[in-house]
Structures are given as structure tokens and as C-alpha cells.
């Protein structure tokens, strides 16, 4: 029984010393498009597809899209700081920007 108590103590101290990566921390889809202002999914699709905006491009795990959190912050940096997220042009209308 002691030794079972010991490897428990053992285990949560891991737990606690452990740090998590920033590298390794990944977003879905819905996590993505709510960090830039819950954009839609064909926005999301759009900026995949615009090679000048050069979005970070999704990783697949089990057929889902996952962004690293890194990857994404890189890409955020490479922005102008004035510069606002791209708009998106639908028949010849920008869609609406959020408040």
C-alpha cells in the first residue's frame, strides 16, 4: 500500500512540474475563428486559399483541422499592427467587420 501511496505522490508531482509547450498546444476550427472575431467558416476557408495572406495552414488528426497556437502567433506577428484582419470580398460587398 505504501508503494502505491508513493507512485500517486510521484504521478501529482509530475503533474504539477508539468509545463505545456506552447508548441504543442493546438486549436480546432471553432477556436481559430472565434481568436479572430468568430469569422465565419467560408472566411476562414478564404484565407486558406488567398496565398498573399499566407494563413497558417491547418494540420489534420483524425480527419479534423487542428492550427498550432504557435504557428498561428507567428503569423499574427508578420501583421502590421495597425493593420486590420482582411476583409473579405462577396460579390463586390466586404463583409461586415465585428464591434
Not at 29 to 48: D, F, H
Amino acid at each position: 500500500m505504501a508503494d502505491l501511496i508513493q507512485k500517486l505522490e510521484q504521478v501529482q508531482g509530475a503533474i504539477r512540474n508539468a509545463s505545456i509547450d506552447a508548441a504543442t498546444v493546438y486549436l480546432n476550427a471553432p477556436q481559430v475563428r472565434s481568436r479572430y472575431g468568430n469569422v465565419c467558416e467560408m472566411t476562414l476557408w478564404r484565407w486558406l486559399h488567398d496565398e498573399k495572406l499566407n494563413f497558417p495552414r491547418p494540420h489534420r488528426i483524425n480527419g479534423r483541422r487542428f492550427w498550432k497556437a504557435a504557428e498561428l502567433a507567428a503569423w499574427e506577428r508578420t501583421r502590421a499592427p495597425d493593420q486590420p484582419l482582411p476583409s473579405v470580398e462577396r460579390d463586390g460587398a466586404s463583409e461586415p467587420e465585428a464591434a
